[in-house]
């Protein structure tokens, strides 16, 4: 009985050794690219490899299916890869084209889906049709170098980028590679034909189910609220409040609201596209350089309005420009959907603005919340009220014109400068002007002939030499 029992203790202890601890288990953190190679999947490439840092992951797994997309986000989550110690393994789910191809060579082995394919890394412009030679050469000198690093042939990687490139009887001139699993597989350019992430860590790499744990990443809560507001339609309506919040303040100074509202909207809009990678710095000093270019005309330049044009065009044209994801004015590699997209977003909420202004604005005065925060009764000069803020009468008193006045403006008195306003008229600054009426806040001021502007009497008006 004794030997039994140590015979069961020798054969559990041997099982206790055999099945692994959950210590002893590999963590595999498995990211998805299904979507278009732009700003928004290399942020979550860049954020999925912090991950796998945070979790110590063992083994990283892409699971890709993807026809390309923006080549210098392309490079960015290649040299990422290249950079980890940690061995990265791609399932190409179908498609791995163009930059999809440039990222799966990056990756320490690649398994293809029965059916799928990978190559046709040839740059292309908005149209469709083929970059410039420089974009090409790029292009082949990543994918050669790439190749090189991850001991695969650099001469088909090459041959992917130009199809005047021949290679043996694999490619012939003329034509670019593409291949399917099984050439894939034939030229060392896949590891293994399989169906699932599963059948990677199971079949391919003799891991056991209990042997590993699967953790796919996802994006935290606030980076899913900045993909929101990259979305044309809201980013549309952000530049409705920030344009609309700007020009409501600089007709109404003091007033706060609109401009904080526009504050608001202003950093809703910016954050999302600078994390992104879109909204580069001199976008955004342009921006306010427009802002400020409006203010100046508005209350400091006189003129024909040179500064506010300028100011309009390069806040409208920035708030364009960050939502493209050019390269200092180099719009080569960008799409023409995308160029189109942000044009119409933007003009679209200009339009909107305008639309809030006129319409928007008079239903709020007729809204019973107007009636709450505005003061209703009316309160008559026969009853004792007077709208003046005057200690004394300026009536009469004149002045000089400090600024424009179209029709409101500053005056000097006395070296004592007023606000004003005229009847409706344009008076140039340093004009001699009068008080007709100091009602109200602002004085209402004509402007006075000068010596120039009063009529001389004609000829037959004038008495003859020597009349008496």
């Known amino acids: 009985m004794r030997y039994l029992l140590c015979i069961a203790a020798c054969f559990m202890a041997i099982t206790s050794l055999a099945q692994p601890t959950p210590g002893d288990k590999e963590t595999i953190m498995v990211m998805e690219i299904r979507t278009e190679i732009d700003p928004r999947s290399n ?241 955004i000093i342009a921006f306010f350089v427009g802002v400020i270019l409006i203010a100046l005309e508005i209350f400091v330049i006189p003129g024909f309005g040179v500064a506010g044009i300028s100011g309009i065009i390069l806040m409208v044209g920035s708030l364009a420009l960050i939502m493209i994801n050019n390269n200092n004015f180099d719009f080569g590699l960008v799409d023409g959907g995308e160029i189109t997209k942000a044009v119409v977003t933007t003009l679209s909420a200009m339009i909107g603005s305008v639309v809030l202004l006129f319409v928007v604005g008079v239903r709020f005065t007729n809204s019973r919340l107007f009636d709450r925060v505005a003061l209703q009764d009316t309160q008559n000069s026969s009853e004792g009220y007077t709208s003046t803020a005057n200690p004394k009468s300026f009536v009469g008193q004149r002045g000089t014109a400090y600024t424009v006045l179209r029709p409101s403006g500053k005056i000097m008195i006395d070296d004592t400068m007023y606000d004003a306003y005229t009847q409706g008229g344009y008076i140039e600054k340093d004009s001699e002007v009068e008080v007709i009426d100091d009602s109200g806040t602002s004085l209402k001021v004509k402007m006075l002939k000068t010596h120039q502007q009063v009529e001389q009497p004609t000829g037959e008006e004038k008495p003859a030499e020597g009349a008496s």
């Not at 083994?59 to 890869?81: C, K, P, V, W, Y």
């Not at 399917?180 to 199971?202: M, W």
Request: proline share 4%; aromatic share 10%; charged share 20%.
């Open 43 to 283: 942020r979550y490439v860049q954020l999925a490899l912090e991950h796998a840092e945070d979790i110590e992951a063992d083994r990283i797994i892409i699971d890709m299916n993807t026809f390309g997309g923006a080549l210098n986000d392309a490079d960015e989550i290649r040299q990422a890869i290249l950079d980890l110690e940690v061995p990265v393994y791609v399932f190409i789910n179908k498609n791995a084209a163009s930059a999809g191809a440039l990222i799966s060579i990056a990756c320490d082995s690649i398994y293809m889906a029965p059916g799928a394919s990978i190559g046709a890394a040839t740059v292309v412009v908005a149209d469709g049709s083929a970059a410039p030679d420089k974009y090409q050469s790029y292009m082949r000198g990543i994918m050669r170098t790439t190749a090189e690093k991850t001991g695969r042939r650099p001469d088909i990687a090459e041959a992917m980028v130009d199809e005047n490139l021949s290679v043996d009887s694999i490619s012939p001139a003329g034509q670019v590679i593409t291949f399917s699993t099984s050439e894939a597989l034939q030229y060392g350019y896949c590891e293994g034909e399989v169906e699932t992430v599963k059948a990677i860590l199971e079949q391919e790499l003799g891991l056991f189910a209990n042997d590993y744990e699967i953790e796919t990443f996802e994006l935290p809560g606030s980076e899913k609220i900045i993909s929101f507001f990259i979305n044309p339609f809201i980013s549309g309506i952000l530049i409705l409040i920030i344009i609309g919040g700007i020009y409501f303040e600089l007709q109404s100074p003091g007033v706060g609201f609109p401009i904080l509202a526009s504050f608001i909207a202003l950093v809703l809009y910016l954050t999302p596209y600078y994390l992104n990678g879109l909204a580069e710095n001199w976008e």
